[in-house]
C-alpha cells in the first residue's frame, strides 16, 4: 500500500511539476521568469505582431508590470487579413489606429484558460471581456468542447490555439485570427 501511495505521491508531483512548465511557441521556449514582449520576440510565430507593437510604440507597456492578458495573433494570423492591411497600419501616419487594434488584444488582468472556462460556463455559454482598447470579445468553447474560440466586435473568430503561457508580467494565449474594432 506504501508504494502504491508513494508511486500516485509521485506521479501527482511529476505532473504539478510538468504543468507549472511554459508550451514552446513559435520553436522558442517561454520563461515564465520573462515579461510578455522579451518572450514574443523570440517566436518566430509573432514577429509580424512584435513589429507592430514596436510601430505602436507599446514595447515598453507590455514589459511593465501589468498583469496582462494577451490574445497574441501569429503570422499566419495577420497574412490571412485582406491584402495589404498590415502595410498600411504600420505606416506612421496609422500609428493610433495600430494601437487601438493591437490593445483589443489585451485585457488589463491575468486570465489563465480554466479561469476563462469557468467564466464561460458561468455566464451560459458566452462570456464578454472588455479590451484595453474598449472592444468587446466573446469567449465561448468551440463546438468539440474542448477550446476556447474568441470572436470580436465585427464576428472575425479566433481559436486560441495554445493557452496559458506564463508570464512574469501575465499571460499569453496564441489565437489563429486579428481582432479589429468596430467601426465607427
Known sequence: MK???AATAMTLLAGAS?????????GAEMPATNDIVTNAV???????LVAAVQAAGLAETLQGEGPFTVFAP???????????TVDTLLLPENKETLTQ???CHVVGAEVMSAAL????????GSHMIETLGGCM???????????????DENGAAANVTIADVDQS???????????TPAAS
Open 18 to 26: 510538468f504543468a507549472q512548465e511554459n508550451p514552446m511557441v513559435g
Open 42 to 48: 523570440n517566436s518566430a510565430d509573432h514577429t509580424t
Open 137 to 151: 470579445l466573446t469567449a465561448t468553447m468551440n463546438e468539440a468542447g474542448d477550446g476556447v474560440v474568441i470572436t
Open 3 to 5: 508504494t502504491l501511495l
Open 74 to 84: 501569429t503570422n499566419d494570423a495577420f497574412a490571412a487579413l485582406p491584402e495589404g
Open 101 to 103: 487594434v493591437l490593445t
Open 117 to 124: 472556462v469557468e467564466m464561460i460556463e458561468a455566464d451560459g
Open 169 to 179: 508580467n501575465g499571460v499569453i494565449h496564441v489565437t489563429d485570427a486579428v481582432f
